[in-house]
């Protein structure tokens, strides 16, 4: 027994008695403007075989010339991520014959990477993971395979395939971590934030647009187990190509059930490619690796070396954003939250968003609070994310000042955020055509708390005994008969002084 076992083991069980070590291997389609060795566009979504020439058709006679950005970029995503840049390296040739790679080569980078020796920082469960970059390279896309006729969209049952050739060429970056021991029953989680940092700095630096679902980041992710204890290592497999942050925790977790029952029942994990099926958040078995490939990699001959000046890096480096962990850093410290508060924030996927309503005016707690609160609400009730709801941060300030002010109350506010989020237009809009403002005018309010002492004369009489807190029973008759409109304070200032006057 060498691969599928009928059980798995329950995860619990499979970390309390196996150590998990990971890896992940990251692809970055960069956002340039042009392909990394020609002018051809990047644009997603041209005709078919629209965006080639005869350097990414790979037509006889034609030279590729390395694209001065996508190094540019390369060197960015290095130093964001603590490497050592190569003063000197050179692309290499991968030799394999595939029917969307027209050059029947990929021009990739092999033992000279541009990049190497990194590091990020992850936090899973307020403990740090320091995980170790092994390398970032940078490489050309191949082309994309459609395979007509067949039910599954998979070559084999197909009548004819067709091949586009707009995206080979397209600058990749891949970057390889080392392998991460000792995070034990949380590697799943860590893969995942290890994914999640990576991706938000990318964005942050801003070389790819980092779209999982598109495939502007694809991820491969290496798993091994052995006995806890054992002080060994476990063979890995690779799963391919997993498409969200949520499979990236799945995979691992569905890995490591899956390597446990196969060394229970006495079996040996087989080093192999695996595919994750999104459906069932399961793994299958995909081309064995056992018997490495011969690439037959060389030194590209078409292309100079790479040699980027030590003026030209530092230049990079001084031109680098505030990168992902700074800014939180910076924003824990300005808003004044513990470290529980900021991992909330973030774990709602909130820290963008507040932000944002803070930049546009409002107050850092009232900011907070609308986004955890109310509005996490409404998304959790409909299934959405935070950011997926139909309200924008500056909306939300608008809000939040509108309570700092006193206009609104909560139960107002609440009631312009359903305005907003049922498209009924801006918050000044709502409040207007809803008629929804806090009622502070005296004469209003006075006439609303004389008829509630009238219908409650014995908490009148509670309050004049100077048990002040019963004030709280009239309060809410006011509300009531405002319909939630009364400002509360000033409503119990007034019935206070008006208990004592009708004394
Ligand atoms: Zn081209």
Redesign the pocket.
């Known amino acids: 027994m060498t691969d599928v076992a009928a059980e798995l083991i329950p995860y619990d069980d499979a970390v309390a008695r196996y150590e998990p070590v990971i890896g992940l291997e990251t692809h970055v389609e960069l956002g340039t403007v042009t ?1 990394m060795f ?3 566009p990047t644009a997603f979504g041209a005709e078919p075989n629209s ?3 005869p ?3 790979g037509l006889p006679g034609s030279l590729p010339v390395a694209s001065r950005i996508a190094i540019e970029y390369t060197i960015r995503i290095g130093l964001a991520l603590n490497c050592s840049i190569a003063s000197w390296c050179r692309f290499a040739r991968k030799n394999y014959f595939y029917p969307d790679m027209p050059k029947d080569f990929q021009i990739s980078q092999y033992d000279e990477p541009l990049c190497t020796d990194g590091w990020l920082d992850v936090t899973v469960d307020e403990t740090v993971v320091r995980v170790g970059i092994e390398r970032v390279h940078l490489e050309e896309d191949t082309g994309k395979s459609l395979h007509i006729g067949g039910a599954t969209g998979r070559i084999h049952g197909a009548d004819y395939s067709l091949v586009d050739y707009n995206r080979a ?1 397209i600058p990749l970056v891949e970057v390889v971590t080392k392998p991460v021991p000792g995070t034990g029953a949380n590697a799943p989680m860590v893969a995942r934030a290890y994914v999640t940092e990576l991706r938000d700095l990318l964005r942050a630096l801003g070389v790819s647009d980092v779209r999982m679902e598109e495939g502007s980041l694809r991820c491969d992710v290496n798993t091994s187990i052995a006995p806890r204890g054992s002080g060994m290592w476990g063979t890995r497999t690779e799963t391919k190509n997993v498409n969200s942050l949520r499979s990236v925790e799945r995979a691992v977790r569905f890995e490591i059930e899956r390597q446990a029952a196969v060394l229970d029942a006495g079996g040996r994990v087989i080093q192999e490619t695996r595919h994750f099926q999104e459906a069932t958040g399961t793994t299958t078995a995909g081309r064995s690796k056992e018997e490495a490939q011969d690439y037959r990699y060389f030194p590209e001959p078409d292309l100079v070396p790479v040699a980027p000046s030590a003026e030209w890096v530092e230049q990079i480096r001084a031109s680098l954003p505030e990168l992902p962990a700074a800014r939180r850093t910076r924003l824990q410290r300005e808003w004044g939250l513990s470290d529980l508060n900021m991992a909330a924030l973030q774990n709602a996927g909130a820290l963008d968003l507040v932000a944002e309503t803070v930049a546009a005016g409002a107050a850092p707690d009232q900011a907070r609070n609308l986004w955890l609160g109310e509005l996490s609400r409404r998304a959790n009730e409909t299934g959405t994310d935070l950011a997926a709801l139909a309200v924008t941060p500056a909306q939300v300030a608008r809000v939040s000042e509108l309570v700092a002010s006193g206009a609104l109350n909560a139960k107002l506010a609440r009631q312009v955020l359903d305005g907003v989020l049922a498209g009924e237009g801006s918050p000044d809009e709502i409040v207007e055509a809803r008629g929804l403002a806090v009622v502070s005018d005296d004469g209003a309010l006075l006439a609303a708390i004389d008829e509630a002492i009238a219908a409650n004369p014995e908490v009148a009489d509670t309050i004049r005994s100077g048990k002040t807190a019963a004030a709280g029973v009239l309060i809410g008759a006011v509300m009531k008969a405002t319909r939630g409109q009364a400002d509360a304070g000033r409503a119990r200032e007034l019935i206070l002084r008006r208990v004592t006057e009708n004394a």
């Open positions: 392909k020609c002018g051809c965006a080639v020439c350097v990414c058709l060429g």
